[in-house]
C-alpha cells in the first residue's frame, strides 16, 4: 500500500495498529523450532515496529526474544502489539 500526500499546507497523520501472537512448540527427543515474527516500517530509519522471536527446543532449552525461559520443549508464546 502506498499512501501520499500531495498537498503543501496539509498534514495527515495515519495510525496502524496490530496485534500478534506468535506461539508453537517443539516434541520430540531431539526437536527444535524456530519462529522469528518482524514486521518493518519503511523508510528503514524507523526502528522494527514488531519483532518476535522465539526458540523452543527439547535440548538446548526455550527461548523468548534471546532470553531463556526455563523450559524445554513448552508451547511458547509472544502475545502483543507495539
Known amino acids: 500500500m502506498t499512501i501520499a500526500n500531495n498537498s503543501i499546507t496539509d498534514t495527515y497523520r495515519i495510525t496502524w495498529m ?3 501472537t506468535n506461539s508453537f512448540s517443539a516434541d520430540g527427543p531431539d526437536a527444535f523450532a524456530d519462529s ?3 514486521l518493518d516500517v519503511q523508510p528503514p530509519s524507523f526502528p522494527e515496529d514488531v519483532f518476535s522471536d522465539l526458540v523452543s527446543d527439547t ?3 526455550d ?3 534471546g532470553s531463556p525461559l526455563g523450559t ?3 508451547l511458547v508464546v509472544d502475545n502483543g502489539s507495539p
Open 63 to 65: 527461548r523468548k526474544n
Open 36 to 38: 522469528e515474527l518482524t
Open 72 to 74: 524445554s520443549g513448552a
Open 18 to 20: 496490530i496485534d500478534f
Open 59 to 61: 535440548s538446548l532449552g
